[in-house]
């Protein structure tokens, strides 16, 4: 039998709205077309919002100025930027090494104050816009493993052709993606609503948006914007009225296998058995027969055991009957949570797609799955979600599927 010692996940909140002049964080979005996601059509307000922004390719066409003068002007017709100075010991500029010259491709730094909103805009020229692309990827991959998985949901890292700019505030931020910049996302927590561009970024597992996301209130309009589904009616803000904003599917194990693939869960060593397979540590949500979990097919990746205890496994199904799969899924979540109200922290949680299920208890896997549009079966009482997080039906009552997951109480 396994431990049932629970240990608090160590998600936490960024809560500094200037974090983002110290820090470079990032949003996070499906950066897919949305009529290929299956999303329904954006309403006409939001629609009208989207349309009235130049779009970009993800490359940072448009403006390409030559110097921090140049980058100033532009960013002038769309914001206040007065008094820009190039001096490394100005107290405007952050103080971390990581974007200092010579780092992240960038050649030169420079801070103007925003005088309309009471802040300060910070420039990098960059001469490779996928290498700094990848070394901002890199560095919120770094902070998210280290237990911050909110890392970068709110800062403002807005880029161009070849310079970025880091807004202290996000209203600012807001003014700034009304031209052809744009906020660069590889948080694989965050969604972007409808109504709202989703481009390609340079580099894997980011995307390019016109969605501003903020906790003061001051970011773009969210017409997607979560609320308790448990006390809300059936057409539930956040969610679609009809269906889903898009989950994977799979038409077998091995194309299962191939999806979620390198990147997220290691299936180099993968055993389709239906075997009740567990460790100590690490304790999937089906338990006993499979098929009496309305899962067709089964396997279990990661090390089984022999000289070492059995490790970083994960589990893949293949699903028939999706609601009779998360119907019980409710059960052993509400039974695990009856105690003291949390998860143990070797139990697994469903991540589901349409006909598909991931077991896992890793936190970072379950982020890359949630970039892979899989969503967290959650049935916690009162469950809220910020906005930006998808936050859809399930299948069973009680229950929604999301991609956020709050910190421990």
């Known amino acids: 039998m396994s431990s049932r010692r629970k240990t608090p996940m160590r998600l936490q909140r960024i809560l500094a709205a200037t974090a983002a002049l110290a820090a470079l964080g990032a949003l996070a979005t499906a950066c897919e077309d949305p009529a290929k996601a299956g999303r329904p059509p954006a309403s006409p307000t939001a629609a009208a919002g989207a349309q009235a922004r130049p779009t970009a390719d993800g490359k940072g066409n448009g403006a390409a100025p030559a110097s921090l003068a140049e980058a100033q002007a532009y960013v002038q017709k769309f914001a206040s930027c007065v008094n820009m100075s190039t001096d490394p010991k100005d107290p405007r500029l952050p103080a971390t090494d990581d974007t200092k010259e010579g780092n992240w491709a960038v050649t030169a730094r420079g801070v103007c104050t925003d005088t309309v909103r009471h802040g300060e805009i910070v420039f ?24 911050d998985g909110a890392y970068g949901m709110f800062s403002r890292v807005i880029v161009g052709k070849n310079f970025v700019v880091v807004p202290s505030k996000t209203r600012t931020a807001v003014d700034l993606v009304n031209s052809d910049l744009r906020v660069i996302s590889c948080n ?24 501003v996301s903020s906790e003061d209130g ?37 194309e299962l296998k191939k999806l979620v693939s390198p990147h997220t869960v290691d299936c180099t ?23 009496s979990w309305g899962v067709k097919q089964r396997a279990v990746c990661g090390e089984l055991g022999g000289e070492r205890r059995a490790h970083n496994l994960n589990w893949l199904d293949t699903v028939s009957d999706m609601k009779t799969l998360q119907t019980r899924a409710k059960a052993a979540q509400l039974a695990d949570l009856k105690d003291d109200g949390r998860l143990r922290a070797t139990a697994s949680k469903l991540m589901v797609g349409t006909n598909i299920a991931v077991e896992t208890n890793s936190e970072s896997i379950r982020h890359g799955l949630y970039q892979l549009q899989f969503l967290y079966l959650n049935c916690e009482t009162g469950f809220t979600a910020p906005a930006g997080y998808r936050l859809e039906k399930a299948q069973v009552e009680g229950c929604v599927l999301t991609n956020f997951e709050r910190p421990a109480r």
């Open 269 to 291: 060593k993968m055993t389709v058995t239906d075997e009740h397979v567990e460790s100590i540590d690490y304790q999937p949500v089906v338990d006993g027969s499979p098929r």
């Open 218 to 254: 001051d970011g773009s309009k969210n017409y997607e914007e979560p609320h308790d589904p448990s006390t809300e009616g059936p057409e539930k803000p956040g969610q679609p009225a009809t269906g889903s904003l898009g989950l994977p599917s799979a038409g077998s194990l091995d």
């Open 124 to 147: 990098f020229m960059v001469s490779d816009m996928k290498a700094f692309q990848q070394a901002y990827y890199d560095h919120t991959m770094k902070q998210m493993k280290q237990g």
């Open 188 to 211: 694989p927590g965050f969604g972007v609503p409808d109504g709202y561009h989703r481009e390609k970024a340079q580099v894997d597992y980011c995307g390019l948006t016109d969605f």
